[in-house]
C-alpha cells in the first residue's frame, strides 16, 4: 500500500486539518487529554466509547454507527488520528474504523508527541459538529482473529506477539512500569515469534522506512495468514498496520482478546523461557 495514502504529517494537519471532509479524532483512554487537544480534534475514548464493558467487546455496528453520527463524523469523510504512546490507541482506532467499513483513514505519524514536539496548537475546546446519519455496515471479518484461530493456528501461521521481551519470556504479564495482570498465565503461546511492536517506530516515534520494516519482518512466511497479539490490543493493532497499511502484505488480522483472554485459558499451549532458535531477537531494539 501506498504509505501516503495511510499516512500524514505534522505538516499536512497544519494545512488539511480543518478542510471539509477532514475529520482529527484524538483516541484516548480515561477521557479527553487534560493537556488539551488539536484544535477541531474529536475525542473518543477507546474504552468507554469504542469498547462493549459489558462483554468486553467491541461496541457493535449499530453502536458504531451512532458514536460516528453523533459525533458528525460521515461514511466518506477522511478521518485522520492520532494519541499518545507513539499512536498506540490511534493504530487501535484505525483498525476498529477499518472493521467497520470505513475506507478514508490516516496516521498522524509520530502521534502526539511528534504535534506537541513541532509546536503543535493545542486547545481544551471540543469542536462543534453538526451530527449526521452514518450507515450501519457489516463487520470486516477478516481482520480479527479470534482464540480458536490462534489455537488452530499454532505452529500453521506466523503468530506475532507484539509484547515486551519482559512479557514474552514470562517475565511480566505487563508492560515495565505497569502491574502485573492477576489471574493470566506469564508466557507467549507457543510458535509466537517475538517482534515488538516498539521495533518499528524511531525514538520520535514516526514510522521507520520500508525497508526496515521489511527487514523486521523477514522470518514471518509471506505466503501464510498472519495474527499479531498483545496484552490487550493497542500495541497488537500498531504492529497489524505496519504489516497490514504500510507493507500491504495480505491476511493479517488482529487478535484483540489478546493475552488477557489467551493467557487464561485452560489447557492453552503457553511457553516460557528464553526465545526459540532462530527468531531474530528484535526486542533488543526496544523494550515497551
Not at 504529517?9 to 484524538?26: I, K, M
Not at 477541531?40 to 462493549?52: E, R
Amino acid at each position: 500500500m501506498d504509505r501516503e495514502s495511510v499516512l500524514v504529517d505534522c505538516d499536512w494537519v497544519r494545512t488539511h486539518g480543518s478542510d471539509g471532509g477532514v475529520v482529527l479524532v484524538e483516541i484516548t483512554d480515561g477521557g479527553p487529554n487534560p493537556g488539551g487537544r488539536i484544535p477541531g480534534a474529536v475525542s473518543l475514548d477507546w474504552t468507554t466509547d469504542l469498547q462493549d464493558r459489558v462483554r468486553r467487546d467491541l461496541i457493535g455496528p449499530e453502536a458504531f454507527a451512532a458514536l460516528l453520527g453523533r459525533h458528525g463524523i460521515g461514511p466518506d469523510d477522511t478521518v485522520v488520528f492520532y494519541s499518545g504512546n507513539s499512536n498506540w490507541w490511534a493504530a487501535a482506532g484505525y483498525w476498529q474504523f477499518r472493521l467497520h467499513g470505513h475506507r478514508e483513514l490516516r496516521l498522524l505519524d509520530g502521534g502526539r508527541a511528534r504535534w506537541e514536539a513541532l509546536g503543535g496548537d493545542l486547545t481544551v475546546e471540543a469542536p462543534v459538529r453538526t451530527p449526521v446519519e452514518y450507515p450501519v455496515r457489516t463487520l470486516d471479518a477478516s481482520l480479527r482473529a479470534h482464540r480458536d484461530t490462534v489455537l488452530g493456528g499454532i505452529g500453521a501461521i506466523n503468530l506475532v506477539d507484539c509484547r515486551s521481551l519482559e512479557e514474552y519470556l514470562g517475565q511480566r504479564t505487563a508492560p515495565p512500569g505497569v502491574p502485573d495482570d492477576q489471574g493470566v498465565r506469564p508466557g507467549h503461546a507457543e510458535s509466537a515469534q517475538h517482534i515488538p511492536w516498539s521495533a518499528t517506530v524511531r525514538p520520535d516515534g514516526t514510522f521507520r522506512d520500508a525497508e526496515e520494516l521489511e527487514a523486521l519482518y523477514s522470518q514471518l512466511d509471506k505466503d501464510a495468514p498472519t495474527v499479531v497479539y498483545c496484552r490487550i490490543g493497542w500495541r497488537s493493532a500498531h504492529s497489524w498496520f505496519v504489516l497490514s497499511e504500510l507493507l500491504g502484505r495480505p491476511g493479517v488480522a488482529n487478535y484483540d482478546g489478546a493475552w488477557r483472554e489467551f493467557g487464561s485459558l485452560m489447557g492453552a499451549p503457553i511457553v516460557s523461557g528464553p526465545l526459540p532458535w532462530g527468531v531474530v531477537r528484535t526486542s533488543e531494539v526496544a523494550r515497551a
